[in-house]
């Protein structure tokens, strides 16, 4: 019964390789976001869709691409990973207009690039 | 250009007394702060919120005071309790719903 969930919770890939992290959630939410913790721990808003529609797009290289199928996903692909992509990255989720107490964050996923 | 600050990476207290965790900001656009707090291993949860027309806004053990002419929020937990161990993130937005800028968090420990 896991609200927002992120897989895989751990991806090791090499540099060059490109990979997709999925985020499903089943709140009935209508935005969903992803999120970047760096190694200074710093949370980044990377991107945001409400219904399927791409609202907030902050500055992220272009190797960085999300696809929404449908509200209730937002997966997130990067091509040619590098070094610096290694990062937790969050999935969250919220109905646009409750506000930021309605947010639900997935649990993570850990991206090593080697 | 990190506009929301957590200069305390860490924070140590003892069972029963008051933690109390800072965060400044710059925009002074942001009109609605909040507190979320993480676990190892899961993703961050809402705590308490406040909005620019407060300076004060209590939930239980749980109290957030703003200052606006000083930039500065904070967080008050009292008691603090075994359970209250976790990193405690400052956000804030411009809007209720406008995007969160987070600070760095601040890693709480309370010890028995």
């Known amino acids: 019964d896991t609200a927002v969930s992120q897989t895989p919770k751990y991806l090791v890939t090499q540099m060059g390789n490109d990979k997709s992290i999925k985020c499903e959630q089943n709140?009935?939410?209508?935005?969903m976001y992803w999120y970047k913790q760096d190694s200074k721990k710093f949370l980044k808003i990377m991107f945001s869709?409400?219904?399927?529609?791409?609202?907030i797009n902050e500055t992220v290289p272009n190797r960085f691409s999300p696809k929404s199928p449908d509200k209730a996903h937002l997966n997130l692909h990067i091509n040619s990973l590098e070094l610096g992509d290694s990062a937790v990255y969050f999935c969250?989720?919220?109905?646009?207009?409750?506000?930021?107490?309605?947010?639900?964050f997935g649990s993570g996923t850990r991206l090593t690039v080697v | 250009d990190q506009q929301v600050k957590q200069n305390s990476p860490s924070l140590s207290v003892q069972e029963g007394r008051i933690s109390i965790l800072n965060c400044d900001y710059t925009?002074?656009?942001?009109?609605?702060f909040l507190w979320y707090k993480k676990y190892p291993a899961e993703g961050p949860t809402f705590l308490i919120s406040?909005?620019?027309?407060?300076d004060k806004n209590e939930d239980g053990r749980f109290t957030v005071f703003l200052n606006k002419s000083a930039k500065h929020l904070s967080l008050h937990i009292v008691p603090s309790q075994p359970g209250d161990s976790a990193v405690y993130f400052c956000?804030?937005?411009?809007?209720?719903?406008?995007?969160?800028?987070f600070g760095a968090g601040t890693q709480v420990v309370v010890t028995p």
């Open positions: 969250a989720s919220s109905q646009f207009h409750s506000g930021h107490y309605g947010y639900t």
């Open positions: 709140l009935g939410h209508d935005t």
């Open positions: 869709y409400n219904n399927k529609e791409l609202i």
């Open positions: 925009n002074s656009m942001f009109d609605y």
């Open positions: 406040i909005s620019s027309i407060k």
């Open positions: 956000a804030a937005s411009v809007g209720s719903w406008g995007k969160l800028q």
